[in-house]
């Protein structure tokens, strides 16, 4: 099994957290060089990174090199379409941040040229598809269990954006999310988009319309509206509610999926520690690892579990006499110097 | 940079589980070998996961191993002690699943060997200090922002356990997660332990004492009190209320760290995309690499990019006119066919 | 002081309701006479309701009688304006159920004969304003904490209603209370409605729209979308959240206002035990009093004062001496026989 | 029917409150008599109360007055006993605020002196037993539902208390509720009690144990443990946690009772709009009443009714149409000048 060589174009924020990502949380998978127009931040990101990471500042020409077998694009948008191309000529697969392109007519030809080279190797960032939470909304709609899905009500906010982010971008590059999430979730086509602009916030610079309230229709008759709100000041948000003909569901409040149906509100108790501990545990292993090869720990000690087994030994016999136990420990620094 | 090669010793649930995590979802590591007295259920594991894993019977043969960098200790607890030393014998990294070993004195005995070894070789796995909520609620109360923690009130609830289960164990395998905790939190030894064993619950065997409310007394004058039910029937539940002066801080609740403090209950909003999402987007990146390997795409395709730019642009176009706009999408099937 | 004299149009699920509310827990009222078409079903009601209640069969007569001083109309809708019309007539102030009347040329007329009258008489049963969550969220929002409000996102959910109810009276039974909320919270009038309809839950006659969306724009450019779902199967549910310019905040989850503001989710902790337990001290001393009529107590005993106090004493003991303490109770049997 | 005549005792906060309740919010009752130490304070507040209240400086002249029926007891907890006694003398219902007594034993002469009278007189303030949280919690143990109940996690947290209130009080005024709260939803004695004290919050006088951690043992073998935190500075806090065999209960989170049960957390879905706004539609007549006594209204007025009239016509127009429709509406100010 060799590992997939990864290349990424573009190491602003999003790039430079998707090169740590593949770097250091990827199993499988090693990060062998980096493309921006900025050659310093990309030679210090590569630097910086564990493993032989190389700058190739020309981003075609890290696509076509020999020793990249895959891409990840997370150039600004109006640079996509050349870099897809190219990705496609070179057969090499490639992880496309949104949007796939600036308009849907350079869109479509991206698709029909995939089509033409006869296989699938381009996949969009729409990363929701895999949050946990999404996942488990997309599982419980798609199983019937509340019956046909009727409407969402969703809601995307974030803090503030740059002051330079206009009306448009409101749509093209936070909207976006949601019409995949639409889409995604009921399965079929938007038809028809209604936007409407109330009056806008008055933290933002004239001529701004945020927020917007979308409301879209989709071809099987099912309707979600969706607020888009990139001022909003407090923090990052995004939720999601669907309404089905016998509850309705709810992600985004940090708590899972929260459901509403057969005469309850709640959500499901995990059924044992491996699903509430799984992240512990593959971070848990993740530092371990990384602890390791610096010949370190980085976590409880053998003093830790020590101690712990004198306290449960304690605990036993005050559970046998149903008195107060002391503790009898050994003395840290006599032991351990 | 070469991967760290990995042994695990004991490949039941929580090993098999862990030989999942290395094999699949760990940068920097391969997993090499694995041992386990059913050596059908080894050999079929070695077989199934990527790579190229050795079935070692014998796990002291597997500890020595020269191809083995360090280990994972998945196996019974009683096994512990010889495995433990084997390790240090040899100097490699171990991670050893709670229990460190059945008792405080053979414990110490592993504590001074390490010492005379010189270097930390032995992590025990009480993984909820990687638990993002517990690590959060760690660096609250640290922060002094809450005052000095005065109380902990924990609830450790498993569904149901093997009939085998009795009052010790719940004391040696559920309560020491606990005793764990609490020395982390505060920092601080246990000194004085009352465990209270309420009528138990009718759901176990005669002679089991499920539920206990067990209650530690820590150097520094804190308190924590424990419960510890492990036939609960509704599923796994893990809570920890901090008492500070100023406020309390509750995680567990599947919604980060709950806190009361400065007049309100609630906790913090996402600052931005990346923490909401950081899970979504290691997994959207894994699953692709995974699928790249195999030549396909696991996720939103170029179409789903297209449909998803065609219904912006009709969005900024009602955006603009204040009317519904329909969506211009090409038919699928003449596309691709 | 003399309490106020009050007669009730109408005794079906809601003006018998009123009819209780009135006779047993409204301080400074009597009931004194009802008035139903089913003479048999408000007799029987007038029979069982504490004090003198005159039956009389003639709405028009219960309104005009002179030992009625006050009039609830909890008739239906169309029976409204002449029964308001009188009640103008007579000087009577009435507190009328929604709708006012069943179209806006009637509700208009009278408007107008109200305020020929020249006082105000009339009250509309939109009793969300008084719900203290909704009076909390004005409250919140009119003092500018939050900036100014921009949009309103409600849910209005009945379990099921009777398949008479048609996609218009959706409309003007439940929607109406949107209506008044978000012309009461914006303080301002709707100038616009757009009511969607999605593809109909499959649980209602054909014909029916069920669920709807509506959005409203209101003078001063905000904007409330509103799910109507009058089928929804689970239960009742109507929510209110309001996104301003530096933080929302929603209700109808049960747990006050729950805000997002400054960088927090949450909501506010109760100052003191009043505000907690306000309602339990209002049952209390009411079922005292109705207890106290009957000669008898309906509430802890001088025996439960007794055996706190014994409790109490043993704890005392114990938080000095540091041990756990036998409580000391007199036999029961004993003292009571 | 005639109205019961109060007597109130002590009109400090707690009595004060009580003399509003009674006067202002309670059916069936009349508050005719108060006396209080600070007889200023007592005619301030017999003068400002509707109603004709006197103010009766000795308080034994008070329960002995033949126009009060019933008593409601205020006084500090050392003046109970003598006016206990009286109002058992004059065969007068009394609610008294607890503790009953200030010891077991003269509480125990009080159960005496009352079993001597033959009925029932005397009723203590555990108000907790009337909150509707409580009363639910209580219903849903004893509908055995989850099995037979085996603990109690209870906290009792105020904002801060007076310097003056000492460890002792803690036990006699705060942890005394939880006595109750205990008893009375095992129904059962407590047995035993242990009082921890931890190393008190640095925010309280020197000898102060506060926050305290208390562990009931009850008659049936079932346990409670409460934390008292009188100086939690954050706000007040109540919560009560049930577990039972098969599941668990919460409440004081504000938000009915959570229930943990069947493999789900969360709580139930009101069945209608009276159980939502059963306390809207109380304080919406309540304030009618009222307002209607002084000739006003105090709610939407026929001006409400009417533009909401005119916004649904709109919408149903809107639903047939499925295009956005102007709202007619007429001119407030022509209309109403």
Not at 38 to 50: G, H, K, Q, S
Not at 185 to 207: C, N, Q, W
Request: glycine content about 8%.
């Amino acid at each position: 099994m060799t590992d997939l060589r990864i290349g990424i174009v573009g190491v602003g924020a999003m790039g430079a957290d998707h090169a740590e990502r593949v770097a250091r949380r990827t199993a499988g998978a090693r990060l062998v060089a980096v493309s921006d127009p900025d050659t310093v931040r990309a030679e210090a990101l590569a630097t910086a990174l564990p493993g032989d990471v190389r700058m190739i500042a020309d981003p075609l020409e890290l696509i076509a090199d020999g020793e990249v077998d895959a891409v990840i694009l997370a150039s600004p948008g109006f640079a996509h379409a050349e870099q897809l191309f190219a990705c496609l000529e070179h057969g090499k697969p490639v992880l496309c941040e949104k949007p796939l392109t600036m308009d849907a007519a350079s869109a479509l030809r991206v698709v029909e040229a995939e089509h033409k080279v006869g296989r699938s190797l381009i996949q969009v960032g729409f990363m929701r598809r895999f949050d946990p939470e999404y996942a488990a909304l997309k599982e419980l709609l798609a199983s019937g269990e509340l019956g046909r899905t009727l409407m969402l009500h969703n809601v995307h906010r974030n803090k503030s954006v740059a002051p330079t982010f206009r009306s448009e971008m409101i749509v093209r590059d936070s909207l976006v999310h949601e019409v995949d999430v639409a889409r995604w979730l009921f399965d079929d086509e938007i038809t028809r988009i209604t936007v409407h602009a109330p009056k806008p916030t008055s933290l933002v610079a004239d001529g701004v319309l945020d927020p917007q309230l979308a409301v879209f229709e989709l071809a099987n008759g099912a309707i979600a509206d969706v607020e888009v709100f990139v001022n909003f000041q407090v923090g990052y948000e995004v939720r999601c509610e669907a309404v089905a003909e016998r509850g309705s569901a709810t992600i985004g409040l940090g708590s899972g999926v929260l459901t509403r149906a057969a005469g309850q509100w709640g959500g499901a108790m995990p059924a044992d520690f491996r699903v509430r501990f799984e992240r512990a545990y593959d971070i848990e292993v993740q530092r371990w690892v990384d602890a390791a090869v610096r010949g370190e720990i980085d976590g409880p000690s053998a003093w830790d579990g020590y101690a712990a087994a004198a306290v449960c030994e304690a605990g036993i016999e005050s559970l046998t006499t149903g008195r107060p136990v002391d503790v009898d420990l050994a003395d840290k620094r006599q032991i351990l110097g």
